[in-house]
């Protein structure tokens, strides 16, 4: 089985849509998806910086954006039929939603409607107090749960391969800074808040609002989950699922768990590529990996969607 991967927030670097938008159709596509986004998608992903695509209010849109212009556009990927039942889906964090897309569970223009109020309301939450996100890599997992515990921290992101996100107060990520875990490397993400925790809790409300006026239909493939990696029956439930992760830690060591269990043999991660491909490859002995980090990897994709789905024309 292949699985698509969606990356999340903090996996966005200045101008990584660029080559992208080269494509005949990329620009329209990502140009269209703006207005629902409420930011100009086409600057986001080219001539902006850094500061400005850590903003939560851009970064989801531009990252979702991203996946499905990638994922769905007839010049790139090309749209996956619901008749491969060998290809499965996951999103990591705001990623879920591009999941949602491609596992026939919401629209795209939906997910962008979604993406705009998630956003927003994460933002808003961030700015109440200064909040972030610390990976800390390698020790031993068991000892860095307790060590994010016992600094008041909560382990927003268990990514398994060695990698758990702490997040928090600044003040309690300083302080757990200088006295770091035995044997881990510390570095913090480019994101504005601590997403995934209780500092989010205010978001969750205006999200499930949103959701209200969405359809959600039952997945047409296998549809993981960040909450536990299960794999997601109905639309409903999935909804119910993305909007209260908000402010609830991401299990992607539990969603590469299911990964082994459907006997995923491949991975392809979307734009902005390279975060979940690296986890895959450590985590997953012998899976077969492409990030797309440009047009360039377009062939050996398309290679891993032929060999697990049938024929994709270019």
Request: proline share 6%; glycine share 10%; aromatic share 2%.
């Amino acid at each position: 089985m292949l699985l698509i991967a969606a990356p999340g927030q903090g996996a966005q670097t200045p101008g990584f849509l660029s080559a992208w938008l080269e494509l005949p159709g990329f620009r329209d596509r990502l140009a269209a998806w703006s207005e629902l986004a409420g930011c100009d998608l086409v600057r986001a992903g080219t001539t902006a910086d850094a500061e400005e695509i850590r903003d939560t209010a851009v970064a989801q849109p531009l990252l979702l954006a991203a996946a499905l212009a990638t994922a769905l556009d007839q010049v790139t990927l090309g749209a996956v039929p619901a008749s491969w039942p060998s290809v499965a889906v996951a999103g990591h964090s705001v990623g879920e939603l591009a999941a949602g897309v491609l596992a026939g569970v919401i629209t795209p223009d939906d997910a962008m409607r979604l993406v705009r109020v998630r956003a927003a309301g994460m933002a808003a939450a961030a700015a109440a107090e200064p909040t972030g996100m610390t990976a800390v890599l390698g020790g031993d997992e068991a000892g860095v749960l307790a060590a994010i515990d016992a600094a008041g921290l909560t382990p927003a992101n268990v990514n398994g391969a060695g990698q758990v996100v702490a997040a928090g107060t600044l003040a309690q990520l300083a302080a757990f800074a200088a006295d770091p875990p035995a044997g881990t490397r510390l570095r913090p993400l480019s994101v504005a808040g601590a997403f995934h925790t209780h500092h989010m809790a205010p978001a969750v409300a205006a999200l499930a609002a949103a959701a209200q006026q969405v359809r959600a239909s039952d997945p047409v493939r296998p549809l993981l989950s960040n909450r536990d990696g299960a794999v997601v029956k109905s639309g409903p439930e999935w909804l119910d699922r993305i909007i209260h992760q908000v402010s609830a830690p991401v299990r992607w060591d539990l969603c590469m768990r299911t990964m082994e269990s459907l006997g995923v043999s491949a991975l392809i991660e979307l734009p902005p590529a390279g975060t979940l491909a690296g986890i895959a490859k450590r985590a997953l002995r012998g899976i077969g990996v492409v990030s797309l980090k440009s047009p360039d990897d377009l062939d050996a994709a398309r290679a891993l969607l032929a060999e697990h789905a049938g024929v994709v024309s270019a």
